[in-house]
């Protein structure tokens, strides 16, 4: 007997694998007809297993001992000067680094923030000193915790559209990245919403 795989891959992110058992005097993939049962089969019906795709535009990015991956922003509404950034960042290096900032093709400026509980009020801040990536960490930048701030829009993001930037670390210097747009209030790239 042999075996053949035929992988189809779906636009909505999910890999069909479909394997039939073919022996040499019978043809691969015999379906059942309809109202027939499959256990009937002289020869078994292809095994269907669906494998979890990672979204394309879910890049990853190295530089030194830095893995960048995911990078994602919200789509913006008419006229809004400023945008968030999102990410993970892993250090598997032996030395800690910094994100310092980075660049935006549509933004003036690009600062790294924090948004953190104070008196009892959510407040925002620039982190003058970068953010912190200690050696075996991973920081994620999300919605309502550390983020990078795009300053001064000169366009708006608009969802599906990727926009070219640079990241840039104390220690490990400036890498170029893609920004993958989600949705107006996606919590993540995925384009997911929080309900």
Not at 126 to 132: F, N
């Amino acid at each position: 007997m042999k075996a053949r795989s035929l992988q189809t891959i779906l636009t909505v992110g999910v890999v069909l694998t479909a394997t039939c058992i073919a022996s040499k005097d019978a043809e691969a993939g015999a379906l059942a007809a309809a109202g027939r049962e499959t256990h009937a089969l002289k020869f078994a019906a292809p095994a269907v297993e669906l494998v979890q795709v990672a979204d394309k535009a879910a890049k990853s990015y190295k530089i030194g001992s830095l893995v960048i991956e995911a990078p994602w922003a919200r789509a913006t509404p008419g006229g809004a000067k400023v945008a968030g950034g999102y990410l993970k960042i892993t250090n598997t290096g032996q030395t800690a680094d910094r994100l310092v900032g980075g660049s935006l093709a549509v933004a003036a400026t690009v600062e790294v923030h924090e948004m953190a509980m104070s008196d009892n009020v959510m407040k925002m801040r620039r982190l003058h000193q970068g953010l912190e990536i200690k050696p075996g960490q991973t920081v994620e930048l999300k919605p309502g915790g550390y983020h990078l701030m795009f300053m001064e829009l000169r366009e708006g993001l608009k969802q599906g559209q990727t926009v070219k930037g640079t990241l840039v670390f104390e220690k490990a210097g400036t890498v170029e990245v893609e920004y993958r747009v989600a949705p107006i209030g996606a919590q993540s790239g995925g384009g997911h919403m929080k309900h």
